[in-house]
Nanobody, 123 residues
Framework: TQGLVESGGGSVQAGGSLRLSCVAS????????MAWFRQTPGKEREGVAE????????YHHHSVKGRFTILRDGAKNTVYLQMNRLKPEDSATYYC????????????????WGQGTQVTVSS
């Protein structure tokens, strides 16, 4: 298969942790930057974190900074999102994305998208 395949979503209680994984293949594995976005029904897709594939610094949205960490294993073409101290407002469908555009978690510059994985946090 080509593209991005996510895994690791699920249900957890508030305060718990989950780790999402995203394996890139084909064109997506050659993009300059990878990121995680999330979306809830009726709302726009929101950028969570991004990481360049050249070893540069990652960036996390202020709403998750200090709780979530984006990591990349280049040898496995895999990006992870470690989510700690989860809150009910973190519940969403999480999407992995890859692109070559400017930094700043702008969805319009990400060209490859995964199918999404659901995260549900109960209070």
């Amino acid at each position: 298969t080509q593209g991005l395949v996510e895994s690791g979503g699920g249900s957890v209680q508030a305060g718990g942790s989950l780790r999402l994984s995203c394996v890139a293949s084909g064109r997506a594995s050659r993009r300059a930057c990878m990121a995680w976005f999330r979306q809830t029904p009726g709302k726009e897709r929101e950028g969570v974190a991004e990481i360049p594939t050249d070893g540069g610094a990652s960036y996390h949205h202020h709403s998750v900074k200090g709780r979530f960490t984006i990591l990349r294993d280049g040898a496995k073409n895999t990006v992870y999102l470690q989510m700690n101290r989860l809150k009910p407002e973190d519940s969403a469908t999480y999407y992995c994305a890859a692109g070559d555009g400017p930094r700043g978690l702008m969805a319009q510059f990400y060209r490859d998208w995964g199918q999404g994985t659901q995260v549900t946090v109960s209070s």
